[in-house]
């Protein structure tokens, strides 16, 4: 039986062959950087320049990037299911925005996005592509000091959790696509498909620490692995 509804949570390692590094790779963003020095709240109280630059520099490293295969891939599988009746929910924890560049309409990004400020004064969230600093003013409040990335960071609460929780308990096939399965909520997800009784598949370069917990896994890159996949998903559905 074909699934109607899909749940699929994706990971850095879809946006890796766009160009993005990944986190915990051999040489990714948290073998550079300490997490809690730059992804966290107490890191953003000690030292907000810091935190803002560390942004900026990720932030200028998404200038110039392009959709791959994979984000493609999915995007057109959002619209034949759509187009059949179904639905695909595409719940993200990367902070670019290469999916709905991709074509993907519905992408929640549970982490946030690198694309858009928030006051931490007013909460006043805008699209802002430029670098921060802890003298730009809000423009809806007026303060200084309080612009910050829209982007979750370690001891924060994700986004959207309720929509997420509700579409990943109204799926009938749960797919993870380019994550190590390290960082809770998302690595709880696949158990929470498990229990809700769908089968579950990952599809990454290598074996995640959940890999044990997933139905079906195939392995190599996502540019290749999604578009494959996806192309015999049409095919069933035609
Ligand atoms: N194709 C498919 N998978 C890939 C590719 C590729 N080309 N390149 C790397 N991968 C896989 C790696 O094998 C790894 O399992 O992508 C995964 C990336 O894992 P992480 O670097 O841990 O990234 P992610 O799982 O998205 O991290 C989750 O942690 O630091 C926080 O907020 C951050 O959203 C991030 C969260
Ligand atoms: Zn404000």
């Known amino acids: 039986m074909l699934a109607k509804n ?7 390692g879809v946006s890796a062959e766009s160009g993005l590094s990944t986190f915990r790779d051999k040489g990714g963003i948290w073998s ?5 020095e730059v992804a966290s709240i107490q890191g953003y109280e000690r030292n907000p320049s ?7 520099m990720r932030r200028n490293t998404h200038g110039g990037i392009e959709p791959n295969a994979a984000h ?3 995007a057109q599988l959002e619209e034949a299911w759509s ?9 993200t924890q990367n902070v670019d925005n290469l999916h709905e560049r991709g074509g993907s ?4 990004h549970m982490h946030g996005e690198i694309a858009k400020a928030r006051c931490h004064d007013c909460g006043a969230l805008a699209p802002y592509d430029g670098d921060l600093s802890v ?3 809000c423009a809806a409040c007026g303060r200084t000091g309080g612009m910050r990335p829209h982007v979750v960071w370690f001891g924060e609460t994700p986004l959207l959790m309720d929509e997420i929780y509700e579409a990943l308990s109204a799926a009938d096939l749960f797919v993870s696509i380019g994550t190590s399965g390290n960082v809770y909520p998302a690595a709880g997800f696949v158990a929470a498909a498990r229990a809700a009784g769908m089968p579950t598949m990952e599809i990454n370069l290598e074996a995640s620490e959940n890999a044990h917990l997933f ?3 195939r392995y190599g890159k996502a540019s290749e692995q999604v578009p494959a996949w996806v192309t015999e998903m049409v095919a069933l559905a035609d």
């Open 6 to 12: 899909i749940f699929i949570l994706t990971g850095a």
């Open 32 to 36: 550079q950087y300490r997490l809690e």
């Open 50 to 56: 810091f935190v803002l630059d560390f942004y900026n």
């Open 72 to 74: 493609v891939a999915l």
């Open 83 to 91: 187009a059949r009746g179904g639905s695909v929910t595409l719940c």
């Open 105 to 108: 309409k519905r992408v929640l």
């Open 135 to 137: 003298n730009l003013g």
């Open 215 to 217: 139905d079906m896994g």
